[in-house]
């Protein structure tokens, strides 16, 4: 089992960065593949990025080529850099884990581990 913590929100403006954090408690957290999700209101919680333990990541098309996902397994932590920020980029976001197995992880019954959320607004 794996507790996962989420940091780094915060109030920003249109064109600015953010770097979120996702600290995990227990063993074994370069063994899971990490997701970062995030749900506005009133919206579904949507794909952001995922990486695998291999280091492969993937994007969704509304945040390619301007976020990075990364993770640090010595720290077990996973992080975000959030670059050209956009209002449309505001949310609640969170990370997920999910043992790894085959496949590419998207979609947010894949994962198994949840963190509480960190606020992210952008104003225009």
């Known amino acids: 089992q794996v507790q996962l913590v989420e940091s780094g929100g915060g109030l920003v403006q249109a064109g600015d960065s953010l770097r979120l954090s996702c600290t995990a408690s227990g063993r074994s957290f370069a063994r899971y593949a990490m997701g970062w999700f995030r749900q506005a209101p009133g919206k579904e919680r949507a794909f952001v990025a995922t990486?695998?333990?291999?280091?492969?990541?993937s994007y969704a098309t509304t945040v390619k080529g301007r976020f990075t996902i990364s993770r640090d397994n010595a720290k077990n932590t996973l992080y975000l850099q959030m670059n050209s920020l956009k209002p449309e980029d505001t949310a609640v976001y969170y990370c997920?884990?999910?043992?790894?197995?085959?496949?590419?992880?998207?979609?947010?019954?894949?994962?198994?581990?949840w963190g509480q959320g960190t606020q992210v607004t952008v104003s225009s």
């Open positions: 990486i695998g333990t291999s280091g492969g990541s």
């Open positions: 997920a884990a999910v043992w790894d197995h085959a496949g590419v992880f998207i979609q947010t019954f894949q994962y198994d581990y």
